[in-house]
């Protein structure tokens, strides 16, 4: 007889997180939006302090657009030429560890 209840009771349990689970997981998936993104600018390897970047350093990723970013660029030509004050990290979306371009100032 007691092995029954415990048996009856664990199923019910079983039972009543499966639909729980159900319930929760039917909620969420409606909830889902769309996420905006735009193509930021990172770096594809290592990169050490004092070096020119060139094109094969960098490449391009979705960053989204609700998480914005200071001193990123949405194009590859804006940071080649440039040096690095400061060693990058590789998939590193923030640039403010490089030069400015040749006459502009520090900001």
């Known amino acids: ?5 415990i048996v009856v009771a664990l199923l019910l349990a079983l039972i009543l997180s499966g639909g729980a689970t159900y319930f929760v ?3 969420l998936r409606g909830q889902s939006r769309s996420v905006q993104m735009k193509r930021v600018v990172i770096s594809s390897k290592v990169l050490p ?3 020119v ?3 094969e350093d960098l490449s391009t990723a979705d960053w989204p657009v609700s998480l914005p970013l200071t001193g990123t660029f949405s194009k590859v030509d804006e ?10 990290e590789r998939k590193n979306p923030s640039w403010s560890a490089i030069s400015p371009r040749p006459g502009q100032a520090w900001d």
Not at 1 to 5: L, S
Not at 79 to 88: D, H, S, T
């Open 1 to 5: 007889m007691e092995t029954r209840r």
């Open 25 to 27: 997981y039917t909620r």
């Open 49 to 51: 302090a004092g070096g």
């Open 53 to 55: 970047l060139k094109a």
């Open 79 to 88: 940071v080649v030429g440039r040096a690095l004050v400061y060693p990058l």
